[in-house]
């Protein structure tokens, strides 16, 4: 089922996406060469707790995961695609690295993630970023009323496949409100037209994932969550929580 937010609501989800916002930028902040993963976890946990917003990641553990996820932040690093566990890990030069982040602020839920790189960026990866990030502004641009899901996941799949690269089969955007995964999902790729009419109110997470070596197929980490290319090749992944209104798409995660 899909719920329709009110304005307030969305106002007040809103205020959850700021604190992701936040977080994410502070995590981007402190990543440098030689940070390790749980250190920017920690980061973020920082944030949220200043905010008095709580994790909806921290915990969190749907159908396929053996343990609960143990931070607040996923942390995927080259070749891994999203999930990635925050460990003890410590950033090298040129390291790819994507952040995924909730915050749970008001009873409403925010969902956010970027792609960056440390060090010296490799152009390749620094092309991987971009295609992520013009993916995610695509399909946001289709998030009006009167489009469909497929109108999102056409636009989303067309900008990551002119570009030669992959997109992880299986896994996508989701509506979003007062849990993180909602009606309906958002595929990042699909055709133009189809699936479920979008109205006001509607809040959808949209979150283009690319792999480089141009595979859709993924492979799960002995640790259960993390998801990694098949290839080795790196991944980015971008994403936004938006309200459909009808002045348009309105990000809630945006700084
Ligand atoms: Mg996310
Ligand atoms: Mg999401």
């Known amino acids: 089922m899909v719920e329709i937010k009110t304005e307030q609501s969305i106002d007040e989800m809103r205020a959850a996406g700021r604190v992701v916002a936040h977080a994410l930028a502070a995590v981007r902040d402190a990543a440098r060469v030689g940070v390790s993963l749980l250190e920017l976890d920690r980061v973020a946990r ?16 749907p159908h396929f995961a053996p343990v ?15 999930h990635g566990v925050p460990d003890g890990r410590r950033l090298r ?4 690295v994507s952040i995924d982040c909730g915050a749970r602020l008001g009873g409403w839920v925010g969902d956010a993630a970027v792609s960056f790189t ?3 960026p490799r152009p390749a990866d620094l092309r991987l970023i971009e295609t992520a990030e013009a993916a995610l502004a695509a399909g946001i641009a289709a998030a009006v009323p009167g489009n ?12 990551c496949r002119a570009a030669g690269y992959g997109i992880p089969e299986d896994f996508g955007g989701h509506g979003i409100g007062r849990s993180m995964h909602e009606d309906p999902s958002v595929p990042n790729e699909g055709r133009p037209g189809r699936g479920m009419e979008l109205r006001p109110g509607m809040v959808l997470a949209i979150e283009p994932m690319v792999t480089a070596g141009g595979g859709d197929e993924y492979r799960c980490d002995g640790d259960g969550w993390t998801l990694r290319t098949v290839d080795g090749s ?19 995660t945006a700084l």
Request: charged share 15%.
């Open 148 to 159: 469909r899901i497929g109108d999102i996941a056409h636009a989303v799949g067309t900008v």
């Open 118 to 120: 440390v060090g010296r």
């Open 93 to 96: 030069d040129g390291d790819l």
């Open 46 to 61: 920082g944030v949220l707790a200043g905010a008095g917003a709580t994790s909806p990641f921290l915990g969190y553990r």
């Open 234 to 252: 790196r991944a980015a992944h971008a994403e936004h929580t938006v309200a459909i209104t009808a002045d348009g798409p309105r990000i809630l």
């Open 68 to 82: 609960p996820f143990p931070g607040v932040i996923c942390a995927s690093v080259n070749d891994a695609i999203v």
